[in-house]
C-alpha cells in the first residue's frame, strides 16, 4: 500500500468551478499535511498546510483535514486556467524525519 | 533572496561518467533534501541533512553521495552514472526537521544520462 495516496486524474473543471483534489494516505500518526503545486517543468510550489482537525482557508483555496478518515483534500473555489497544473499532496509521518510525497492530481481548468 | 537554487539546470552524461549537483539557500534554514522526480513515481527522497553535519539516507540513495559543506550548501554527487538516473532533481530546505517541516524547492536539474 503506498503511503500517500491521489488519483492521477486528470481532473477537469470549467473556469469559476470549485475543483476537488483528494489525497488519502496510511500513517495513522501523520501530523502535518501539504499541498503542493507544480506547473509542467517547474519545481513543487508550497501552497497550503495543515495540522489540525478540520478546515483551513486562505484565499480561493480551503484545505480540509479528516484524521480519523486518514483522508486530506484540497478545494480550489472559483477555478481559473492560471491553476492547471499538478498537485501533490505530502504528508510527514510519524518520525517527522522526512515528508511522503502522493504522485500527485493533474488538475485541468478550461475556460 | 533568491530562495533555494541548483546549479546545472540541465545535464547530459555517459554512463560511468561522475558529477556534482549543486544547491545552496539563503534562508538560514537548517534541514536540506535531495529529492529525485520521474514520471508516475512521484517525488523520492535521495538523501537529507537535518543540519549542518549531517546526513542520512532517503528512500532511494543508491548510487549517490552528498555533502553538507555549511548550512547554505548541499552537494550531491554521482560517482559513476547510470541511464536508470535520468530524472529531474529537486534541491528543497525547510527551518527545522520536525512536524512544522515546511519544505522550499529550488528549481530542478534535468539529468540525461546516456
Known amino acids: 500500500q503506498k503511503e500517500v495516496e491521489q488519483n492521477s486524474g486528470p481532473l477537469s473543471v470549467p473556469e469559476g468551478a470549485i475543483a476537488s483534489l483528494n489525497c488519502t494516505y496510511s500513517?495513522?500518526?501523520?501530523?502535518?499535511f501539504f499541498w503542493y503545486r507544480q506547473y509542467s517543468g517547474k519545481s513543487p510550489e508550497l501552497i497550503m498546510f495543515?495540522?489540525?482537525?478540520g478546515d483551513k482557508e486562505d484565499g480561493r483555496f480551503t484545505a480540509q483535514l479528516n484524521k480519523a478518515s486518514q483522508y486530506v483534500s484540497l478545494l480550489i473555489r472559483d477555478s481559473q486556467p492560471s491553476d492547471s497544473a499538478t498537485y501533490l499532496c505530502?504528508?510527514?509521518?510519524?518520525?517527522?524525519?522526512?515528508?511522503?510525497f502522493g504522485t500527485g492530481t493533474r488538475l485541468l481548468v478550461s475556460p | 533572496n533568491a530562495g533555494v537554487t541548483q546549479t546545472p539546470k540541465f545535464q547530459v552524461l555517459k554512463t560511468g561518467q561522475s558529477m556534482t549537483l549543486q544547491c545552496a539557500q539563503d534562508?538560514?534554514?537548517?534541514?536540506m533534501y535531495w529529492y529525485r522526480q520521474d514520471p508516475g513515481m512521484g517525488l523520492r527522497l535521495i538523501y537529507y541533512?537535518?543540519?549542518?553535519?549531517?546526513?542520512d539516507k532517503g528512500e532511494v540513495p543508491n548510487g549517490y553521495n552528498v555533502s553538507r559543506l555549511n548550512k547554505r550548501e548541499f552537494s550531491l554527487r554521482l560517482e559513476s552514472a547510470a541511464p536508470s538516473q535520468t530524472s529531474v532533481y529537486f534541491c528543497?530546505?525547510?527551518?527545522?526537521?520536525?512536524?512544522?517541516?515546511?519544505?522550499?524547492f529550488g528549481p530542478g536539474t534535468r539529468l540525461t544520462v546516456l
Open positions: 528543497a530546505s525547510s527551518e527545522q526537521q520536525g512536524r512544522y517541516n515546511e519544505q522550499f
Open positions: 500513517d495513522r500518526g501523520s501530523q502535518s
Open positions: 495543515i495540522y489540525s482537525n
Open positions: 505530502a504528508v510527514t509521518p510519524t518520525g517527522f524525519q522526512k515528508l511522503v
Open positions: 534562508m538560514n534554514h537548517n534541514s
Open positions: 541533512s537535518a543540519s549542518e553535519g549531517t546526513t
